[in-house]
DNA sequence: TTAGGTGCAAACTTTTTGCCTCCGA
DNA sequence: TCGGAGGCAAAAAGTTTGCACCTAA
């Protein structure tokens, strides 16, 4: 399954090992995992497997395109992989997380990519507002 | 300038301070700023203003929809206004960040508006994807 | 035999909490 | 004089770094 994986990592001189695989399986199998969510779910597997490792892991994983961060609110950003398609609205007045299919955002892609060339990634995007419950401001803006 | 929100905050039990207006004040002129840079930018009028104090009233100015945080890349979060209006094209291979007028969202704000209530705010909108530069990815994802 | 990768511990950064004091209504 | 607010210190959360050891090429 991850030949491609291990043929890039030889590529550059780096090496396929158990625990870029676990972590790997682990963003993909959790989505929107923290990577504390991940080490307990590696852990499970291979209890002997750091934090340290985790962290390090997802970097580089990032940095070949295989997974995304995203911050949803506040605390840690949770990772998940191209698989995982959908963006989320996610409202600042509660902590609800509401996900919308990609398609929503086809219009917008199509003009960013023309206009400014920019490739936006719509895998897994965090767009805040305000929930139907929460959409009147919690301050009314006079003149004055 | 800030009746309202001594208004408002008279009006929930709370009270309008010199620290609330300063930070406010740091909000505004700063821009995309990060707890740190508000808290040194306080300090140059009240040294003794710590940051526990700008933690506390950015949190609250968030709750009264003063203010808003971003996630601008890595790091710390980047509070701004209602006044600061444009959308960010993160690119996450480099840390560029490209600045767009808001108008290219309006159809997409409209669509989300209708079809789940949801309010966008497009006041400080983080898009991550790929500047041109590093448009193509990193990985070549093969069919193996 | 050499460089990459990992584990471990410690450092570091960012944010939150507890507690005490101050102060205005 | 009561409760909101802020300062200070410590704790907690999240992340990074240094270093020694191990292992696959």
């Known amino acids: 399954m991850d030949t491609s ?4 990592l030889h590529e550059r001189g780096m090496r ?7 972590v790997l399986d682990a963003v993909r199998e959790l989505e929107h995992a923290t990577p504390e969510r991940i080490c307990e ?10 934090i340290t490792t985790i962290y390090r ?11 995304r961060h995203t ?12 698989g995982h398609q959908h963006v989320h609205l996610v409202c600042h007045r509660c902590e609800a997380i509401i996900e919308v299919p990609p ?6 892609i199509e003009r960013l990519r023309s ?7 719509a895998s897994h995007l965090a767009l ?3 929930c139907a419950k929460h959409a009147e401001p919690a301050v009314e803006h006079d003149g004055s």
């Open 115 to 121: 206009r400014f060339g920019f490739v936006l990634d």
């Open 57 to 67: 892991t997802l970097e580089l994983l990032e940095a070949l395109d295989l997974v």
């Open 71 to 82: 911050h949803l609110g506040h605390g840690a950003p949770t990772y998940s992989t191209e």
């Open 41 to 50: 779910h590696v852990q499970r597997v291979a209890p002997a497997v750091n």
């Open 5 to 8: 994986l291990r043929r890039t």
């Open 16 to 22: 396929m090992t158990p625990q870029r695989q676990l």
């Open 103 to 108: 398609e929503e955002l086809t219009d917008l």
């Open 128 to 130: 805040s507002g305000r």
